[in-house]
């Protein structure tokens, strides 16, 4: 690359000094443009502009990287062309759409959380009755996931140790009255990625006993199951679920979002919601139809009917490409709009 060609790594020849070959590297910033000036680019580029005043302030205080880099390029038919009529309320649009469809996954994935919590405390508890600090026990646990329990043990530790000198904390007053911090108490201190672990390295019969009881759920949302809902299942679905929940926590796009591998298929789900066994199931479709299994009724029908407010109101604003392109990017059925919303 050039090295005044405006950004990227520019790269010396290599040169011999003594026995030594040293790369020279310099850094190529890119010039800073002010806002209008990138405005100035975008509308040579084919976007346009109802009020440029009020897109000025808008990019100042949303980011101008977040909303054109990551949101702009689906309104493109190349780098430097917009589809022919793309208004810049387009692109604002569809970034505060994936915006309010974040918070609205991220809300229902904090009853998931809730639900799982309260189902892994009760059955650990049951299953290490009046037993100390059980989850600091490494037979608690599976015996063939040793190294990983190693690690998840750790991680209690520090938390307790943390808060076990904080007078406000339950940790502290467990720890000082009883010289035990019971499962039900612990649990209320773990992010989602250490209640998966927990659930992940437990032991099988624990896992089968959460399994049945989630078929509650799976039963009230989709219908009478006779297929046997597994720890593989259900684990492969926490997985996918928390993947998501990160991208909605850290405000990262949700649009192409996928997770890092499928979740395991089961066919009186994934049938339902006509998913086949070889199709991908790692995008946010596949991980809300897997969210029945972890919701109630009532609280599925809040999250689909509040996704299909949400794409309604894009639909709305959309001129120059169709929604079923937006929901193709997130892998709900092009259909999917099509169909009655759920009676709550």
């Known amino acids: 690359m050039d090295k ?7 790269v010396r020849p290599l040169r011999k000094n003594t026995s030594i070959l040293s790369i020279e590297v310099f850094f190529c910033m890119k010039e800073f443009k002010a806002i209008d000036e990138q ?44 589809i022919k009529g793309t208004r810049f309320d387009e692109v604002r649009n569809l970034y505060f759409f994936d915006k309010q469809l974040k918070q609205t996954f991220f809300n229902s994935i904090l009853n ?32 063939n996931k040793i190294l990983s329990v190693g690690r998840l043990i750790s991680d209690l530790s520090r938390t307790i140790n943390f808060y076990k000198d904080k007078v ?17 108490i612990m649990v ?3 992010d989602f990625g250490k209640l998966c672990a927990m659930i992940k390295n437990s032991k099988r019969s624990i896992q089968n006993k959460i399994c049945r009881d989630l078929m509650e759920f799976i039963q009230e949302n989709i219908g009478n199951v006779n297929e046997h809902f597994s720890p593989e299942i259900m684990i492969s679905f926490i997985e996918n679920i928390h993947e998501l929940r990160n991208v909605c926590a850290h405000n990262n796009r949700l649009l192409d979002f996928r997770c890092k591998a499928d979740s395991k298929y089961f066919r009186p789900l994934h049938k339902k919601s006509n998913i086949e066994d070889n199709s991908s199931r790692r995008y946010a479709y596949s991980v809300f139809v897997s969210m029945q299994c972890f919701l109630s009724q009532t609280e599925f029908k809040i999250l689909s009917n509040t996704i299909r407010k949400r794409m309604n109101l894009l639909k709305n604003h959309l001129n120059s490409i169709e929604i079923e392109e937006i ?3 997130l892998r709900f059925p092009s259909e999917w709009l099509a169909h009655p919303r759920l009676e709550q």
């Open 4 to 10: 005044k060609s405006g950004g990227g790594l520019y």
């Open 39 to 82: 405005i100035e680019i975008l509308k040579d580029r084919g976007l346009i502009f109802k009020d440029t005043n009020m897109a000025c302030r808008y990019l100042l205080t949303n980011n101008y990287y977040n909303i054109i880099n990551g949101y702009g390029k689906y309104f493109q038919v190349s780098a430097d062309t917009f």
């Open 112 to 143: 998931v959380e809730h639900h799982l919590k309260s189902i892994f405390a009760y059955r650990f508890a049951e299953k290490f009755k009046n037993k100390r600090y059980a989850y600091l026990d490494i037979n608690s646990y599976d015996p």
């Open 168 to 184: 406000n904390s339950p940790i502290h007053h467990y720890v000082k009255k009883y010289n035990d911090v019971p499962i039900w």
């Open 188 to 190: 209320e201190f773990l």
């Open 327 to 329: 929901l193709n990017l």
